[in-house]
């Protein structure tokens, strides 16, 4: 069973910047290759797609982050991240970690979510 842990939530004050980490159990030579990705949801709103990183670094952010917040994954310690810099109080949200599995459409694994609060 694959398990998906983020860490690095918290709260920070608007312009600040945050780190997430999602580390998946699957051993190396499977977690690369695997499609990871970021989705956050806000209370009262849908769950939101955030950044995507292919298992070959192709890389989408939605606009609202674009410029932002950076995705990058470490094929050698299973991990994936999300730098988000320049925070706005409209990041707060529970962020998500997902993964796909080749060839899939849709994200086979999430993560339990990690709290992003950003006060103004």
């Known amino acids: 069973q694959v398990q998906l842990v983020e860490s690095g939530g918290g709260s920070v004050q608007a312009g600040g910047s945050l780190t997430l980490s999602c580390a998946c159990t699957?051993?190396?030579?499977?977690?690369?290759?695997?499609?990871m990705a970021w989705f956050r949801q806000a209370p009262g709103n849908q769950r939101e797609l955030v950044a995507t990183?292919?298992?070959?670094?192709?890389?989408y952010y939605s606009d609202s982050v674009k410029g932002r917040f950076t995705i990058s994954r470490d094929n050698a310690k299973n991990t994936v991240y999300l730098q988000m810099n320049r925070l706005k109080p409209d990041d707060t949200a529970v962020y998500y970690c997902a993964a796909k599995r080749a060839l899939r459409v849709t994200y086979d694994y999430w993560g339990q979510g990690t709290q992003v609060t950003v006060s103004s």
């Open positions: 990183i292919s298992s070959g670094h192709i890389i």
């Open positions: 699957a051993s190396g030579s499977i977690f690369g290759t695997y499609a």
